[in-house]
């Protein structure tokens, strides 16, 4: 589970979301985002044509970036993505 510090930067910045595949990386950055109450990261399909290849092609591996520019409060979550319509 995340605590309130990850919760409060994940809710209140913008993301940067990560994925790769075939070995090549691609970055975006994520302003339509959620955290659930479980826990889960929810992004809006924005955009995410080349970010949903990867997502099929590497069995879901990705990495969000999201900080606070003013405190330099920042954290790197890892985990699997999964896509639901």
């Known amino acids: 589970m995340l605590n309130e510090s990850v919760i409060k930067i994940l809710k209140n910045a913008m993301w940067d979301l990560a994925t790769c595949a075939d070995g090549e990386p691609n970055v975006v950055p994520v302003a339509f ?3 659930t109450e479980d826990g889960k990261l929810v ?3 924005v955009f995410l044509e080349t970010t949903l290849k990867n997502i099929k092609a590497n069995e879901g591996k990705i990495a969000i970036s999201a900080y606070d520019t003013k ?3 920042g954290y790197q979550i890892k985990g699997t993505a999964e896509y639901v319509t």
Do not use: A, M, R
Request: glycine share 12%; charged share 45%.
């Open 33 to 35: 985002k959620d955290v």
């Open 43 to 45: 992004v809006g399909d």
């Open 71 to 73: 405190s330099l409060e």
